[in-house]
Nanobody, 128 residues
Framework: QVQLVESGGGSVQAGGSLRLSCAASGRTMSSIVVGWFRQAPGKEREFVGAINRGGNLRYYADSVKGRFTISRDNSENSVDLLMNSLKPEDTAAYYC?????????????????????WGQGTQVTVSS
């Protein structure tokens, strides 16, 4: 079992930055793929990005590429999502998710159904 807890959400003006953190327990980060998803009211859950077990591969949705960065802190067993140049359309609940099985593949890691473990989510609100 993997338990995930997100933190760092909040409200920010357009153009600002926020850092979300996902702390894991039950497994080390080096043994799991960690993904970030978001869901705005009335919309489907959307893939944001992911980092592989080795920490050397990252994959981002086109909508956030160049603005969002995923990093891993092995000492804290956590994964961060640094969000820069935020836009009002980035407003959503952000979820950390993990999968201990299966191989890293671009088509796979974008699917919410592939992941086994989910955090409770943290709200990000960007005002114009």
């Amino acid at each position: 079992q993997v338990q995930l807890v997100e933190s760092g959400g909040g409200s920010v003006q357009a153009g600002g930055s926020l850092r979300l953190s996902c702390a894991a327990s039950g497994r080390t980060m080096s043994s799991i793929v960690v993904g970030w998803f978001r869901q705005a009211p009335g919309k489907e859950r959307e893939f944001v990005g992911a980092i592989n077990r080795g920490g050397n591969l990252r994959y981002y949705a086109d909508s956030v590429k160049g603005r969002f960065t995923i990093s891993r802190d092995n000492s804290e067993n956590s994964v961060d999502l640094l969000m820069n140049s935020l836009k009002p359309e980035d407003t959503a609940a952000y979820y950390c998710t993990a999968q201990a099985r299966g191989a890293w593949a671009a088509t796979t890691i974008k699917r919410a159904s592939w992941y086994a473990y989910w955090g409770q989510g943290t709200q990000v609100t960007v005002s114009s």
